[in-house]
C-alpha cells in the first residue's frame, strides 16, 4: 500500500515539473517559432504557431541591419575579462575568509555580506565618478576593472565550499612548508573545480546580459556588447516582429549553449557548497 501511494507521489511530482517546464518554455518556443515567419504570417488572422515555410533568411536580414559580430566580439571580450576578475579576486578573498586568521575577520565577512543589500542605484553615482576619474569611461574596462574588486556574493559562495576541504589536508601542507598561495594553488582550487565553474557560469550569464553597466558607461557604438546593442536594435526596429525574434534566438543561443556545456559542474557546484559557518 505504502509503495503504491510513493509511487503516485512520484508520478505526479513528475507531471507537475513536466507542465511547469512546458509552461516556461511556451515564451522560447513562441521566439523561435516567430523568428522564422514572414511578416504577413504574424499580422494575419487567424494566427498561427507554426511557420509556413521556414524562413531562415531572418537571421541572416537581423544580423545584417546591426554590427552584430562587432557587439559579439566586445561581449565575449567583456564576458572573459570579468569571469577572470571575478575567479582572480573572489577566490583570493574567500580563502582568507575561510582560511587565514586575523583580527576582524568575522566583522569584515559581516561587512561584506551586508553590502549585498544595498541596492545596485545607491552606488551607482560614485562608480560613475571614480569609473570617470580613473580614465576607464567610455571603454570596456568600465565594466571588466570592478569585477577584480570581488563580489559578495560569489565569495560567500566560494568561502562555504573552502570550508569544506579538510583542516588537517591545510595543516599538512603548512607543516611541510607550504605557503598559502601554494595551499591554495595546489589544494583548494583543485578540489573546488565544480564551486568555480558554478561562480564561472553566473558571472558569464550576469556579463552576457549586463545592460545596465554598457548605459551608463559606454557612449560609442564600437564598443556596445549585444545587450545594449539589441536595445538599440529593438528602437530601430520595433515594427519588424520577425527581424526582432531572431536576433533574440541569436542573443539567446550562447547562453543555453553555456548552460548545457557546463550544467554538469554547475550542478555539483550547488549540491556540494555546504553551509558550515
Known amino acids: ?67 552584430f559580430l562587432r557587439y559579439l566580439v566586445n561581449t565575449l571580450v567583456l564576458c572573459l575579462g570579468s569571469v577572470a576578475g571575478t575567479l582572480f579576486s573572489c577566490t583570493l578573498a574567500a580563502y582568507a575568509f575561510a582560511r587565514l586568521r586575523f583580527p576582524g575577520r568575522n566583522l569584515l565577512f559581516a561587512v561584506l555580506i551586508a553590502t549585498m543589500l544595498l541596492p545596485w542605484q545607491v552606488t551607482m553615482a560614485p562608480r560613475f565618478l571614480l569609473i570617470r576619474e580613473l580614465g576607464l569611461y567610455d571603454s570596456l574596462g568600465a565594466l571588466i576593472a570592478p569585477t577584480f574588486l570581488g563580489n559578495a556574493f560569489y565569495i560567500f559562495l566560494l568561502r562555504q565550499f573552502f570550508l569544506t576541504i579538510p583542516q588537517d589536508m591545510i595543516e599538512a601542507a603548512r607543516m ?76 539567446t543561443l550562447p547562453i543555453v549553449a553555456a548552460f548545457f556545456l557546463a550544467q554538469r559542474l554547475f550542478l555539483r557546484g550547488i549540491a556540494t557548497t555546504g553551509l558550515k559557518g
Open 1 to 67: 500500500m505504502n509503495d503504491n501511494h510513493e509511487t503516485s507521489s512520484n508520478i505526479a511530482g513528475k507531471v507537475l515539473v513536466v507542465l511547469a517546464t512546458a509552461l516556461f518554455a511556451i515564451p522560447l518556443v513562441w521566439m523561435v517559432l516567430t523568428s522564422l515567419k514572414t511578416p504577413e504570417q504574424i499580422a494575419n488572422a487567424p494566427y498561427s504557431w507554426w511557420p509556413s515555410p521556414l524562413r531562415w533568411e531572418n537571421y541572416r536580414e537581423a544580423v545584417s541591419a546591426m554590427p
Open 176 to 251: 611541510d612548508g607550504a605557503s598559502e598561495l601554494g595551499i591554495l594553488w595546489r589544494i583548494a582550487l583543485p578540489l573546488a573545480r565544480p564551486a568555480l565553474a558554478t561562480v564561472a557560469l553566473l558571472q558569464f550569464v550576469a556579463a552576457w546580459n549586463n545592460y545596465g553597466g554598457p548605459l551608463l558607461y559606454l557612449n560609442d557604438p564600437q564598443h556596445f556588447p549585444l545587450a545594449y546593442g539589441l536595445e538599440r536594435f529593438v528602437s530601430s526596429h520595433s515594427t519588424q516582429t520577425h527581424l526582432l525574434m531572431a536576433a533574440a534566438v541569436l542573443f
